[in-house]
């Protein structure tokens, strides 16, 4: 896999936690507007940095996913109803840290 995986994963992350939490199964006990800058907000604070394959953007992205996993987790064992987003997010998850490795491997520029 290579960086381009990151950079669709997060697109692909961004996109299923609006259909998530905006339309398919909104919170009941607070605002989904509220939810939904939390939940994506961070994701679109980095999504510049991975898209330009920048190293540090990156990894503050994998840091931030690191929330979303647990809580997928969390949520895919808690729920019947939505395990199968929160299967798919961690699967998009474990793909973006794979993409991560990648960038790794690279040769330093210069």
Same mark, same amino acid.
Request: aromatic share 16%.
């Given at each position: @896999?290579? +960086? $381009?995986?990151?950079?669709?994963?997060?697109?692909?992350?961004?996109? =299923?936690?609006? +259909?998530?939490?905006?339309?398919?199964?909104?919170?009941?006990?607070?605002?989904?507007?509220? +939810? =939904?800058?939390? @939940?994506?907000?961070?994701? =679109?604070? +980095?999504?510049?940095? !991975?898209?330009?394959? &920048? $190293?540090?953007? @990156?990894?503050?992205?994998?840091?931030?996913? =690191? *929330?979303? *996993?647990?809580?997928?987790?969390?949520?895919?064992? /808690?729920?019947?109803? $939505? &395990?199968?987003? /929160?299967?798919?997010?961690? !699967?998009?998850?474990?793909?973006? *840290? $794979?993409?991560?490795?990648?960038? &790794? &491997?690279?040769?330093?520029?210069?």
């Amino acid at each position: @896999m290579s +960086v $381009t995986w990151c950079r669709w994963s997060l697109l692909a992350l961004i996109a =299923l936690q609006a +259909v998530w939490f905006g339309w398919l199964y909104p919170p009941s006990a607070l605002p989904p507007t509220f +939810v =939904l800058l939390v @939940m994506v907000g961070p994701l =679109l604070l +980095v999504f510049w940095g !991975v898209w330009n394959n &920048r $190293t540090r953007a @990156m990894v503050i992205g994998g840091f931030i996913l =690191l *929330f979303h *996993f647990s809580l997928a987790v969390s949520e895919a064992y /808690a729920s019947s109803q $939505t &395990r199968w987003l /929160a299967i798919f997010q961690i !699967v998009l998850i474990c793909v973006y *840290f $794979t993409g991560l490795l990648a960038v &790794r &491997r690279q040769k330093p520029r210069g």
